[in-house]
């Protein structure tokens, strides 16, 4: 790892999460050779924890098209830097149980032909042959992306910086942007714990951290980190490595195959805002405690719809942090004063690519 920061760099990226990362990797492939500053470790906010589970069908065409842009990428990047992604095409199975989501269901099944994904609609025999240990009496439909899967982030975020340094990127970990330094309402610098880098662009990539940033310039991010938790089983006996991840949307939980075991996410009717009086400040793969009352109604709907799950779960759960708002589509904006300021929050697959793809060929909606 290099020690000195440079004196000067075309773009500075605060944050070295998935998405600093990805934007380091794709502005050096396209000869732009970026600094990314990384108060900790590589992926030691969020992106760490991510469950990894990677979806191609999005609500609009430049969102799909960015889904299979980054499916394809996943299974690249390997050959590109010699580091595998992890990434695993075990599909994905969303279940709808009742009409409205059902509705929805043929609706992606369309939506995924006209954007050329494979997908089918599954008889309940379908269903039952794939997943086996769940009950399935009260589905309605179910609907099969094959080509959907999960990574590693740890993996893909180890990939992608590899793949940025081969380009001429550069990255240093364990400092901190402490300011912006303006001029005349533009960024001129960023200053750090080890020194001043002078640029006229910076990426704000710090996740949750990025509205406390962003605030103390003036500028407010839409943006907030809730609590999200999951549970890992104990190994399932006869859990297929290629088992397919499953959604169920109306539960809110979604299932997926983690080394022999199965890993379970859960999204409460209530969100638990996490850090509203901040962040601490030695903050580094850090978990939270296990809030078993606030969850306690979503591990039920688990333990319903697999009734062997209570004897699988003995192993004590785990709670991350996400970054969350209101709607799916990324943040992307310019700050009326500094002009070159722009915070995002997006997941494992929205890389700033999309942006950058839209400005090359232009009318792609979001
Ligand atoms: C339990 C869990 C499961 C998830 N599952 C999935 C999933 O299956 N699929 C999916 O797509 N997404 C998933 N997510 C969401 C995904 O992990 C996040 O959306 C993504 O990792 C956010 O990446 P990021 O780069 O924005 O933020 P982060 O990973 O938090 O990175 C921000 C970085 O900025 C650094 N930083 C902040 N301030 C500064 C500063 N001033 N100077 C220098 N560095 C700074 C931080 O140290 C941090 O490393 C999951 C999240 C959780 C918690």
Redesign the pocket.
């Known amino acids: 790892m290099i020690s000195n920061i440079p004196e000067n760099a075309p773009v500075v990226i ?7 990362v990805s934007t380091l990797y794709h502005l050096a492939k396209r000869g732009v050779r970026a600094v990314l ?4 470790k590589l ?5 760490w ?5 990677v979806g191609q069908l999005r609500d609009s065409t430049a969102q799909t098209e960015l889904g299979k842009y980054t499916a394809r990428l996943f299974r690249e990047l390997e050959e590109e830097t010699g580091q595998a992604t992890g990434y695993k095409p075990n599909g994905t199975i969303n279940l709808a149980l009742g009409a409205v989501r059902h509705e929805q269901l043929l609706r992606s099944h369309d939506h995924a032909a006209r954007m050329g994904i494979e997908s089918y609609l599954l008889s309940v025999e379908e269903l039952n042959e794939k997943w086996p240990l769940i009950r399935t009496d009260d589905v309605k439909s179910s609907f099969f992306v094959p080509s959907n899967g999960q990574v590693n ?1 740890l993996d893909v975020t180890v990939a992608l910086s590899k793949g940025a340094r081969m380009h001429g990127a550069q990255i240093f970990e364990n400092t ?2 402490t300011d912006l330094i303006l001029r005349d309402g533009k960024v001129i610098g960023v200053e750090t714990d080890k020194g001043v880098i002078a640029t006229n662009k910076v990426l704000l ?5 990025s509205h406390l ?1 962003a605030k103390a310039m003036g500028v407010t991010v839409p943006l907030h980190a809730a609590e ?1 938790f ?1 549970i890992v089983t104990e190994p399932v006996a006869g859990l297929p490595k290629t088992q397919p991840i499953l959604n169920i949307a109306e539960e809110r939980t979604y299932w997926k195959e983690d080394t022999g075991k199965l890993l379970i ?1 859960a999204f409460e009717q209530k969100g638990k805002p996490y850090g509203v009086d901040g962040i601490p400040e030695d903050f580094e793969f850090d978990e939270l405690p296990f809030d078993m009352e606030h969850v306690e109604a979503n591990l039920e709907k688990m333990f319903e719809r697999m009734p062997p799950c209570p004897k699988w779960a003995s192993r004590p759960s785990l709670t ?4 969350l708002r209101r709607t799916a589509a990324p943040i992307w904006a310019r700050p009326p004063r500094s002009g070159a300021l722009s915070c995002n ?5 929205r890389h700033p690519e999309f942006r950058w793809r839209r400005a090359d060929h232009g009318g792609m909606d979001d």
């Open positions: 605060i944050g070295g999460g998935i998405i600093g500053i990384e108060r900790r992926a030691s906010g969020t992106t924890h991510a469950a990894g589970i982030p901190k942007v990539a710090g996740g949750m951290w940033f999200h999951y996410g991350g942090r996400k970054a929050r997006h997941e494992l697959q």
